[in-house]
């Protein structure tokens, strides 16, 4: 893969419509032209939706505004609002080029680019920050909150991030400070703008990109590698892209995977012809640190017992969510959900009794992790009628 095309990648997880498998050709200057840590130490709590970190920042009348943290992007993504309103007039001119964003079916479309004057973390401060100008409403509608903008990787390259998923929280410090925490220190590929490291899969080396704006455990590319799976791949979500939609295929592997000392038994597993990624539903056993200036990633993690994958659960669902009502956007092939025949559009207003207002992304996540049988209460004009749906293993 060429070092200076960078993948963004937006999972969003397995049962919903995800925005996925996006590539940018990122910029050298895409890094702030000064970052400025007001403390030696700045923690920014975060709330995990799914398997990414989103963190709210508080700067101006307008906010607050709630980021996705992405190490799969090379470049910051803002909202066209807060775009508009941080834009420095002076940085670049108003016919800047666009840059290009290969989608995941190879369809290319190209986000407009500017400068915003400022972006305010807690007690860290970004100043004459390069951005794309993305329109954040899939990415609302499908955790729930309004989502303002995506924090690629280069503007932490001139800090030291650590993401600690245990706590829920980010933590930065100067790019030349010592290392919080010991850990398995794994080298970055040289020359490349995003943390890319190898990990052993079976008895290989592959490479894959540390992509904290992925929902799913490993992304994996099959071309020129032999893999035998526990069961034949299935389609188990309808991937929404930039240009359309996709089914995204999953399964189980037989091989183990080891990242550093750290093993991850026949690990679940996305199959696509984009670079092969850890994703969140890995990297949350970690605390995570991106070390730029020395070219590494370090992962800490308190028990050296091998990590276990559980079974991938859903009713077949993916939804657009509305306070008012959730919308159908993706039913999974051969699940429960097209057996009963759910269409993509149809409205949900009730779950299992309640109004989906009630349904927090976290609380129904709990539900699909735990619960046999799941309730919807579909909306068609002004009558309601139910449908049960069990729920089952997409992939054991």
């Known amino acids: 893969m060429n070092p200076r095309v960078a993948r963004l990648c937006l999972a969003l997880g397995a049962l919903w419509l995800l ?66 309103r941080y834009r420095d007039e002076n940085a670049l001119p108003a016919s800047a080029p666009p840059v290009r964003v290969r989608s995941a079916n190879g369809e290319t479309v190209t986000l407009p680019t500017t400068v915003i004057t ?3 973390l807690g007690d860290a401060q970004f100043e004459r920050v390069p951005v794309g100008v993305f329109d954040c409403g899939t990415l609302s509608a499908h955790y729930g909150i309004k989502i303002d903008g995506v924090l690629g990787f280069s503007l932490f390259r001139d800090t030291r991030l650590t993401l600690d998923y245990p706590q829920s929280r980010l933590i930065l410090a100067p790019a030349r400070s010592a290392l919080l925490v010991p850990g398995a220190v794994l080298p970055t590929q040289a020359g490349a703008n995003l943390p890319i490291i190898s990990v052993r899969l079976g008895d290989r080396e592959i490479p894959v990109l540390v992509d904290s704006g992925s929902d799913a455990t490993l992304n994996l590319d099959p071309a020129g590698l032999t893999l035998r799976y526990r069961a034949e791949p299935r389609p188990v979500a309808l991937v929404g892209t930039l240009t359309g939609d996709q089914t995204q295929t999953g399964t189980r592997l037989e091989a183990d995977l080891q990242i550093g000392p750290y093993s991850v038994p026949t690990p679940i597993v996305y199959l696509n012809d984009s670079l092969s990624s850890l994703g969140g539903g890995l990297l949350r056993h970690f605390s995570v640190t991106f070390d730029p200036l020395w070219h590494r990633v370090v992962f800490h993690r308190e028990s050296r017992t091998p990590l276990t994958v559980p079974s991938l659960r859903g009713t077949g669902l993916g939804f657009s969510k509305t306070p008012a009502y959730w919308r159908v956007a993706g039913v999974v092939p051969n699940s429960p959900a097209s057996q009963a025949g759910v269409r993509k559009g149809e409205l949900v207003s009730r779950i ?9 992304f976290q609380r129904y996540e709990r539900l699909i992790a735990e619960a046999d049988r799941v309730t919807y209460t579909f909306l068609r004009g002004t009558e309601e009628s139910d449908r049960e749906l069990p729920v089952f293993l997409l992939v054991p």
């Open 118 to 120: 400022r972006l305010k």
């Open 352 to 360: 299992n009794g309640e109004a989906v207002a009630q349904w927090s």
């Open 19 to 84: 925005l996925a498998g996006c590539q940018i050709a990122p910029r050298e200057t895409a890094r702030p032209a000064r970052t400025k840590l007001a403390a030696p130490l700045v923690v920014l709590p975060a709330e995990t939706y799914g398997h990414v970190l989103i963190v709210t920042a508080a700067w101006d009348k307008h906010g607050p505004y709630h980021f996705l943290v992405d190490t799969g992007s090379s470049l910051t993504l803002v909202s066209p609002e807060l775009a508009q």
